[in-house]
C-alpha cells in the first residue's frame, strides 16, 4: 500500500462519552487522519450525543452497539472493562470490517481482530499504584479482589495480542509493562497533542502561581504532596473534573485555588502564565498534562520514574525528583529561585515532538506496511 494514497482506517474507543482520557488519541488521530483524505470511523461501545456530532462535523463516522452502563458517567470505562473480562468469549457486534479496512484497537474494554493494538497500560497496574490514594472502602474492596483481576486481565490483554498483528506502547514504561505480562511489543508511538491549540498565550508570564491537576481518580494526584508543598507558602492554583473526593486539608488550604473543570482556551492562559507545574502522580504510563504544559512554555516538576520521565528531561524543560521528600523540596526552592527563562524556549520545542502531525505521520508510515 502506498504511503500517499487515501486509506480507510478504524479505530476501536473505549466509551465515548468524552474525548479525554484513552480516547484522546484515536480522537485526536482521527480528525487530523480525516482533514489529510483518509476514510476514518469510530467504533465503540456507546457514545454521546456531543461527540457524536463533533465526529460528524469533521466527517468522520461512528459507530457504536449502543451499550448501556448501569454506573455514573464518570466510571463507564471501569464496567466496561470489568464486563470484558468476564466474559469468555467477544461478543461484540461490530467486528466485521471491509478487506481494506485497517482496525486500530485502542480499547482495553473490547476484544476484536485487529492490525494493530495500541496498549495505553494495564488497568490493575493503575489500580495497584493508586490504591495508597484510595478511599478505606475501596482500597480494602480492591485488596480482597486484586489477585482475581490481575490473572483475568493477563489472560485478557494477551488475547488482544493474540488478535492483532503488531502491538504498539504509547510509552517505554508502558511497553514495559505488557511485556512484563508476556506481550512483546513492537515499537513505541506516544500519544498526540494539539500544539496549535496549546501554545504560549503570552510573552510575559505572570509566573505567581504553581499549576496542579486533580485527576478523576486520584490517578494524577498526591493530595499530601500538595499539602506539603503549599505548607511551605507555595500558592498552587488547581484544575480537575471533580470538587468531591477532595480532602479537606486541600479544600480549605489558604495557599491552594481550586478552579474545577476549565475550557482549554482557560487551560493554556493558566498553563502558559505558572511559574511550574506540578505533577503529583500515582500512575502515569504516558502523561498529557506534562507536555501540555511544556507545549504553553511552562516547565514541569514531576517524578523520575514511569511516563513522565520520558517526555520531560531534567533540568532542560523540567525537574525529575526521586521521592515525595525531594520533589516537596525542590518545589519551593524554584518558587523562591525561579530558572533561567531559556527553559521556556526548550519546552516548546520538546513538546513539538508530540504535535498530532508528526505522530499522524508515524501512525500513517506504520500502517502504509500492512
Sequence with gaps: MCWSLAMNI??????????????????LLA???????????????????EVRKIAKEKGIRVKSSGSKFNMKLS???????????????NNFPLNCFDDNEIVINTSSCIKIKSHFYYAQGPITRALDDMRFELPRHY????????????????????????????????????ASMYEDLGITVDCVIPPPLECN???????????????????????????????QVADKGVKVKAFGYKATGIPEYIARHPNIQFLGTVSNEELVSLYSNALYVLFTFAHEPFGYI?????????????????????????????????????????????????????IRRNCVK?????????????????VSKM
Design 10 to 27: 478504524t479505530f476501536v474507543t473505549d466509551p465515548l462519552l468524552t474525548t479525554a482520557g484513552a480516547t484522546r488519541p484515536p480522537a
Design 31 to 49: 480528525a487530523k487522519l480525516q482533514e489529510d483524505g483518509h476514510s476514518i470511523t469510530l467504533v465503540t461501545l456507546s457514545v454521546s450525543q
Design 75 to 89: 466510571v463507564p470505562f471501569f464496567e466496561a472493562w470489568a464486563k470484558l473480562m468476564l466474559k469468555s468469549k
Design 139 to 174: 482500597k480494602y474492596a480492591y485488596f480482597l479482589v486484586a489477585p482475581v483481576l490481575r490473572c483475568l486481565e493477563k489472560k485478557t490483554l494477551r488475547g488482544h495480542a493474540e488478535l492483532s498483528n503488531s502491538v504498539i506502547a504509547n510509552s517505554r514504561f508502558c
Design 197 to 227: 491549540i496549546f501554545k504560549p498565550a503570552i510573552s510575559e508570564p505572570s509566573e505567581d502561581y504553581v499549576l496542579t491537576y486533580f485527576g478523576i481518580y486520584n490517578k494524577e494526584t498526591k493530595f499530601r504532596v500538595i499539602k
Design 290 to 342: 506534562p507536555i501540555e504544559s511544556m507545549a504553553c512554555g511552562t516547565p514541569v516538576l514531576t517524578y523520575n520514574m514511569q511516563g513522565p520521565s520520558e517526555s520531560v528531561v531534567d533540568g532542560s524543560t523540567g525537574w525529575l525528583a526521586n521521592s515525595d521528600s525531594e520533589l516537596v523540596n525542590l518545589a519551593f526552592k524554584i518558587w523562591r529561585d525561579g530558572y533561567p527563562q531559556s
Design 350 to 366: 520538546r513538546a513539538m515532538r508530540f504535535d498530532v502531525e508528526k505522530i499522524a505521520e508515524k501512525w500513517v508510515k506504520l
